[in-house]
T-cell receptor, first 110, second 117 residues
Framework: GQSLEQPSEVTAVEGAIVQINCTYQ??????LSWYQQHDGGAPTFLSY????GLEETGRFSSFLSRSDSYGYLLLQELQMKDSASYFC???????????FGPGTRLSVLP | GAGVSQTPSNKVTEKGKYVELRCDPI?????LYWYRQSLGQGPEFLIY????????DSGLPNDRFFAVRPEGSVSTLKIQRTERGDSAVYLC???????????????FGAGSRLTVL
């Protein structure tokens, strides 16, 4: 099976950099994804790592280390609108479902 | 359509009643997923369709839950004899790829909030 762990809450100030970690146990997966969800909204895709290393998309970067069963989402130049919940997710090799972590609630303070 | 559409956006029902939740995926997306999300939790997988068939229904909690996708487009999640514990937001997502193919990007609908009194 698969299980993912994330910190429940992170707080940072505008303009800062924040890292949201994700550790996982899985029998194999194609890649690690990150989704953002604002209160009352739908989860939206942010980033995907199929290979180890860093993927950069604007202010957001995501990192994966398969040997350490670990990944993170890095948000730079934080803005108030980045206040949301962030979920890591895996697409398992064995099985058709897509498994999400419990989510990290990010609060950006002025 | 341009996005994933879910109806109703809100549904309040009484314990024991039957409910149907509808999902209209992005046109041409063959993969369709249903998830359930409780407050403060991550989306919990329910069922995955590839075309018309349920490729993985391992997340359905019990036999009160059933989902169909008869023409490979619109899907309906059906819940019989609702219980208070069924209260949650039910999310639908679609993808042009499918589970087990890698690089799978899900586009979610806004969800249907179900409240069972």
């Amino acid at each position: 099976g698969q299980s993912l762990e994330q910190p429940s809450e992170v707080t940072a100030v505008e303009g800062a950099i924040v890292q949201i970690n994700c550790t996982y146990q899985t029998s194999g997966f194609y890649g690690l994804s990150w989704y953002q969800q604002h209160d009352g909204g739908a989860p939206t895709f942010l980033s995907y790592n199929a290979l180890d290393g860093l993927e950069e998309t604007g202010r957001f970067s995501s990192f994966l280390s398969r040997s350490d069963s670990y990944g993170y989402l890095l948000l730079q130049e934080l803005q108030m609108k980045d206040s949301a919940s962030y979920f890591c997710a895996v697409d398992p090799l064995y099985g058709q479902n897509f498994v999400f972590g419990p989510g990290t609630r990010l609060s950006v303070l002025p | 359509g341009a996005g994933v559409s879910q109806t109703p956006s809100n549904k309040v029902t009484e314990k024991g009643k039957y409910v149907e939740l509808r999902c209209d995926p992005i046109s041409g997306h063959t993969a369709l997923y249903w998830y359930r999300q409780s407050l403060g939790q991550g989306p919990e997988f329910l069922i995955y369709f590839q075309g018309t068939g349920a490729a993985d229904d391992s997340g359905l909690p019990n036999d009160r839950f059933f989902a169909v996708r008869p023409e490979g487009s619109v899907s309906t999640l059906k819940i019989q004899r609702t219980e208070r514990g069924d209260s949650a937001v039910y999310l639908c997502a679609s993808s042009s790829a499918g589970g087990g193919t890698g690089a799978n990007v899900l586009t979610f609908g806004a969800g249907s909030r179900l409240t069972v009194l």
